[in-house]
């Protein structure tokens, strides 16, 4: 029988920001909700089955180890804090069912984006799935996870293993060699440590490399860094009394919408770009839309340049200010944006976003044209909610599922959001091309 061996893995610095206190925490959850057939999901007597959903579930997760880790601080905090497998995984309070049936349409929005589903306890493994039933017999799935488990990329791989191409309704066997994969956490938080330091070694060149290597970095911003991990339960405890989280984490509301990918994407090409790029250039042009006086807008979009050896990479995210002209018309914009990201992909060097002058953030992503299933239920329609900084104002994001593009949108909740969906509904109208008398 294969033996599971003792794993811990440090998060990487960059990734810590997203844990750095209780508001980043919460700011940082990402969801997606996938609307399904409903009868695959059912027992005999017509109800949900969620003993089933969940022992299908608990069965995948032994496929997916970042489903089965949780993430903990090294002693003093001297790391990074550390993901670790846990021993036994509450699939309970991870996997519920909502006791109301919703009805199923456009006022299902709010249920979608995963705010409904309660906070997220940070002692647990960092995602939950939340069922809910739908009059049309229809049946939603919200998924969220925290974005320190890793990119949209990243995610998409979690995705896959959850709902494949296959329709599987029996539960999957959990075979020896997953349950090793997942491993036992150490005895104690030095166990960690030895971990983390061995591996860190390993990756080194000698004494001379691991020399260089940890004097790479001033010692002063390490210092700094320690100190704030340190204090993050005392800062955590401030934030909660004074009110902060309430004050930062100002109400949002959100909208979508659908539409046919193919006559989309030839729009797209027309214009000088792709899905993605339309879809910044049509987030600007409705920020600017907004605020009509203003000479300039700018949007953050996500760039990935992921290579093959940066599969096990959990967030391998920057980012790209894209900065345009308020009054450009969208000929103009979705080529210019275009070649702003393009050059951005193709300059490897550091770049400095300047200042803070941006609305938010816009991006795009594809879950392919096969048809997926939630073990035996076809997924009909898939939305993708994103995680972002509380102080953006807009963020989009639009994702492509078989031959259908849904568009999904979370500003302020001071935001007209309606005018800004109308504009970017607008931006996306495809326009039959005039013909000769």
């Known amino acids: 029988m294969t033996r599971a061996d003792t794993r811990a893995e440090l998060i990487r610095t960059l990734d810590e920001k997203y844990v750095a206190n209780s508001i980043a925490f919460d700011a940082m959850i990402a969801a997606a909700a996938l609307i399904v057939d409903g009868a695959a999901l059912r027992g005999p007597d017509g109800a949900i089955d969620l003993t089933a959903i969940r022992a299908r579930l608990e069965a995948l997760t032994w496929r997916v180890p970042a489903m089965r880790q949780r993430l903990v601080p090294t002693p003093l905090r001297l790391t990074t804090p550390a993901w670790v497998p846990v021993a036994e995984l509450d699939i309970a309070r991870h996997v519920t069912l909502q006791e109301t049936v919703e009805v199923d349409g456009p006022a299902l929005v709010e249920i979608l984006t995963g705010r409904l589903n309660g906070p997220m306890d940070p002692s647990r493994p960092l995602w939950d799935f939340r069922v809910v039933e739908l009059a049309s017999g229809r049946v939603a799935i919200v998924a969220r996870y925290h974005h320190v488990i890793g990119d949209a990329l990243f995610g998409l791989r979690i995705g896959d293993i959850v709902a494949g191409t296959d329709p599987t309704p029996l539960i999957t066997e959990v075979a020896p060699d997953d349950r090793a994969a997942v491993g036992v956490a150490p005895r104690t938080g030095f166990g960690i440590l030895g971990i983390a330091g061995r591996e860190w070694w390993h990756q080194q060149s000698g004494f001379a490399g691991a020399w260089h290597e940890y004097w790479r970095k001033p010692f002063v911003r390490r210092l700094r860094r320690w100190g704030g991990r340190i204090i993050r339960p005392l800062k955590n405890a401030v934030i909660e009394r004074s009110g902060e989280a309430r004050r930062v984490l100002v109400p949002r509301h959100s909208r979508y919408l659908e539409m046919e990918l193919a006559p989309a994407v030839k729009h797209a090409y027309r214009l000088g770009g792709t899905i993605h790029d339309l879809t910044v250039a049509a987030t600007l042009r409705a920020a600017a839309q907004l605020d009509p006086g203003r000479e300039s807008v700018s949007l953050l979009v996500p760039i990935s340049r992921r290579e093959q050896g940066d599969a096990n990479v959990r967030n391998h995210i920057s980012v790209v200010k894209v900065t345009v002209p308020a009054a450009a018309p969208l000929e103009e914009l979705v080529p210019e944006v275009r070649a702003q990201v ?96």
Not at 418 to 424: E, G, N, V, Y
């Open 342 to 437: 393009r050059a951005a992909l193709e300059d490897r060097s550091r770049r400095d976003l300047g200042s803070r002058d941006w609305s938010g953030y816009a991006t795009f992503m594809t879950w392919g044209r096969q048809r997926r299933y939630f073990g035996g239920a076809p997924i009909e329609t898939v939305t993708g909610w994103p995680a972002g900084d509380p102080r953006d104002d807009i963020a989009c994001l639009s994702c492509s599922y078989e031959t259908r593009l849904t568009i999904s949108v979370t500003t302020k909740a001071s935001t007209d959001i309606d005018a800004l969906m109308a504009s970017i509904a607008e931006s996306f109208t495809v326009s039959e091309p005039a013909t000769a008398p």
